[in-house]
Structure formats: structure tokens, C-alpha cells
């Protein structure tokens, strides 16, 4: 398959002849679970936004971004980032031959990730402050130099999400009740909303934060956001009207899942489904079991925006043990069967 510049050209930005950074994403897997099917009552469907090249759904915001920044003869990108931004910014800047800053909290994003960008040659910053607060930062350094600002309140970034939508749309022949979807900076919920509006369709919106940081949900920023799910530890979302503007205008909702209930659903998707996401993936999954989809609503999406390889630590934290073994048939055999 080709990126999704090639395959949607005549719905994005982009002439024929206009420089393309791709590293093939999009056209991801979307996967009937039967047993998350069974358990919420309805026809569940996952989006598996983790099989894109750096394992996360921004890559398809990042080839456009990246691709526009080549177009206006940009030498360097930077961003604010929780994780996967900055991996995919990190992977299509190396892939462009750009500069890459980006500009993380420290201590505070899943150890892949931080993996990723390092090893994509970005300049890696580690903020002692949270993204709210690095996102700021990165707006005021784009305005005083010439670098390209790849965070999505970059158009480019938006008008590449919105062809997970288009996928959804082909692939479900435009049948679709709802979308469920995690939201952090709430870019890709804006997105989405308007890539399916484009393709026809208009799904409820359901949008989930984690409860320790939720500004959407409580309609105020927070200040101090936490949750174990790293990646949407955000407080003061850059895309707040838009977001709300898709969750009203489709009826649907925002709203809240405790660490606890996302940590279940990630440890369900994995263990009953096949699917390892990380775990600010799984806030959909666990906002759809704990809220449910609303009346009338028989098909659902729900969107696994990152793999679970990002975050082994939280991983093997919620897993179960290893079990040890003496070299011995009789040692394995009990190991194995018992
Ligand atoms: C796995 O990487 O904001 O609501 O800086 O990595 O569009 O922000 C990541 C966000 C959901 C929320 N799931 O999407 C970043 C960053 C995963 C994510 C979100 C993110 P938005």
C-alpha cells in the first residue's frame, strides 16, 4: 500500500509533484473483537493505529506535516510532546533529512518512545514541566526562528489524521454509529471528525480523558495533570472548541476513565483480543465498557491509537511473572503443565 498522501491525494493539500516524506503508513488493520463484542453488547471494531511504522497514529499527521515543511524549504522541525509525537516527528525528519528538536517532559513519556527519538538522531529536550507547558514553550520559539512546528495545531497534522476516518468509512461501506477515541490535545478527535464528515458520515463522537486529566470533561484546564497513561497527560488541550464542537454536533460525549478502569481494558485487550496497545490507547475500550455507546448504537470503533511495545514498563508492571526453571524435563514439564 502506498502512504496516505498517495492514496488520498485528491483529499489533502498536496499537488502531484509536491515533495512526499512517507514511510508507507496508514491503511492499518481494522479488527473485528468478538469477545470485547460480546461483553459491551454490540458490534465493537479496533482501529490498530499501532501498526503504522513508529507504532503510533501520528505518523500519518507527520507525513504531512513533514512533507509540507520540505515544500516551504524548512531546515529544521520541533514539537511539544507526550511520546509519539516526538518519535514520528523524529522518524519522518531523519527520513526528510531535517533537524529535529523535540522537547519532552522529563521523566514523564513511555521508555520506547524516548528510545525512538534518540535513535532517530532528534535532539531530545527533557522539560522540567509538563506538555502544557512545553507546548507553550515550542509556539514561542517557532515565532522568534524559521522552524516548522509539527505539534497538530499544524493543519497538516490534522488533514493527515483524517484519513483514518476515510479507512474507517471504506471498510465498514460508511455503516458506523459511533467512534470511540482517547483524547489528549484532542487533535485527533478533530481530525476524525472531520474526515468522516467529508466521507459522509457522521458517527457519535465519544471522547475519553483520564480522570486525573480531564480538562474536557470538568470544562476548565488542569493544572497539574496525572494518569499512568502517559501519553494524554495533558491539561490544557491546544484543539479544546474543536474537540467539543465534534462531541456536541454528532451527540456524542466526553468523558472520564480512572487509571484502574483504563489499566483493565488494556490488560482485556491484550489478553482476550490479541491487541496490545498502550494504555492511553485503551481508554477507548474502557470508556465504551464503563460508559457504554449511548441508544440506538450497534457498530462501534474503537480507536487503539499506540502499541503496546511503546510502554514495556507499564507492561510488565500490570502483567503477570515469569516462571522460573531448573534445565530438567521434569522441572519444565511442571512449569509448563501446572
Ligand atoms: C497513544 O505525542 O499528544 O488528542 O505529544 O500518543 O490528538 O492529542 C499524544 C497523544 C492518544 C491523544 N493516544 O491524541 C504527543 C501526544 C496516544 C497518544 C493521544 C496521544 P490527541
Keep these: 500500500m502506498p502512504g496516505i498522501i498517495e492514496r488520498y491525494r485528491e ?19 481494522l479488527v473485528l473483537a468478538e469477545r470485547l463484542s460480546e461483553k459491551a453488547g454490540l458490534e465493537v ?7 503504522n511504522p513508529t507504532g503510533s497514529f501520528k505518523d500519518r499527521g507527520m507525513t504531512c506535516a513533514v512533507s509540507a515543511a520540505v515544500r516551504e524549504g524548512a531546515r529544521a522541525v520541533i514539537c511539544a510532546s507526550t511520546g509519539n509525537t516526538a518519535a514520528s516527528a ?10 529535529g528538536a523535540v522537547i519532552v517532559p522529563e521523566g514523564k513519556i513511555a521508555t520506547g518512545k524516548l528510545a525512538q527519538a534518540l535513535m532517530h538522531g532528534a535532539r531530545v529536550v527533557a522539560l522540567r514541566g509538563n506538555f502544557d507547558e512545553a507546548l507553550k514553550l515550542v509556539r ?53 471528525w472531520k474526515g468522516f464528515r467529508e466521507a459522509g458520515l457522521e458517527p457519535r463522537m465519544l471522547g475519553f480523558q483520564a480522570a486525573g486529566a480531564a480538562p474536557l470533561v470538568h470544562g476548565r484546564p488542569v493544572e497539574h495533570p496525572e494518569t499512568i497513561a502517559s501519553a494524554i497527560r495533558i491539561g490544557n488541550p491546544a484543539r479544546w472548541e474543536e474537540a467539543m464542537d465534534a462531541m456536541t454536533s454528532s451527540g456524542g460525549a ?24 498502550e494504555p ?17 448504537v ?40 501446572e
Design 11 to 29: 483529499r489533502l493539500p498536496f499537488a502531484p509533484g509536491d515533495p512526499v516524506v512517507s514511510l508507507q503508513e496508514g491503511s492499518t488493520p
Design 45 to 51: 471494531w479496533l482501529k490498530l493505529e499501532g501498526a
Design 90 to 99: 523524529a522518524a519522518y525528519s531523519a527520513k526528510a533529512g531535517l533537524r
Design 140 to 192: 514561542e520559539v517557532v515565532s522568534r526562528h524559521p522552524i516548522s512546528l509539527v505539534n497538530s495545531v499544524n493543519e497538516y497534522r490534522i488533514e493527515g489524521q483524517k484519513t483514518a476516518a476515510f479507512e474507517i468509512a471504506e471498510a465498514l461501506a460508511g455503516e458506523l454509529d459511533a467512534l470511540c477515541i482517547p483524547v489528549g490535545n484532542a487533535g485527533n478527535i478533530t481530525a476524525y
Design 254 to 277: 466526553v468523558r472520564a476513565v480512572t487509571d484502574a478502569e483504563i489499566l483493565a481494558a488494556y490488560r482485556l485487550l491484550a489478553a482476550s483480543e490479541g491487541v496490545f496497545c
Design 280 to 296: 492511553a490507547s485503551a481508554a477507548s475500550v474502557a470508556g465504551l465498557l464503563v460508559h457504554g455507546a449511548g441508544e440506538d
Design 298 to 337: 450497534h457498530r462501534v470503533v474503537c480507536v487503539l491509537t499506540g502499541h503496546g511495545l511503546k510502554d514495556p514498563q507499564t507492561a510488565l508492571e500490570h502483567a503477570g511473572a515469569v516462571v522460573p526453571c531448573d534445565p530438567e524435563l521434569a522441572a519444565i514439564e511442571r512449569a509448563v503443565l
